[in-house]
């Protein structure tokens, strides 16, 4: 591989990682918020609490799909008697099982507005992927760090 494909290849990587995090949060706030509007809310005590079993299911399956998807991340480790192509495509699954365990971050505050319908908890979880997003942007430095790990 010359210096010229790896150039191109970080690149890649970096435009994808860049368009994870957006695609997943419009998902994820989709289905928050079809799933919200199937919800029972409203300003008295009761339609809230009927609530609860819902945000409990999606509590405890959190936890779960984090640790499947840190089992899968750990796993994807570098080899230098690989082609770098290979290298390069490892490194590429494991930026995205990365980038969607991270991007499960700002889901409780996803199914907070849906419960409150306060526009900060919005503006909280964008934030916290554009952070996230901003954070972890792969670079050729990273990549080589994770190849000699």
Known sequence: MTDADFRK????????H?????????LMGCVVLVAGSHTA????LEPRLATWPALLVLVALLPVAGL?????????RPNLRRLPEGNLRIYQGRLFL????????PLPLLAS????????DLLAAG???VALCWRLTPTATTYQRWLLS
């Open 18 to 26: 860049w368009l994870h995090y957006p695609v997943q949060g419009l």
């Open 113 to 120: 507005y849906v419960v409150t319908h306060k526009p900060f």
């Open 98 to 105: 990365r980038n969607s365990l991270l991007a499960l971050v």
């Open 68 to 76: 499947l998807l840190y089992s899968l991340y750990r796993r994807m």
């Open 127 to 129: 934030g916290m992927l």
């Open 41 to 44: 809310t409203g300003q008295t």
């Open 9 to 16: 290849a970080i690149r890649r990587l970096q435009w994808q």
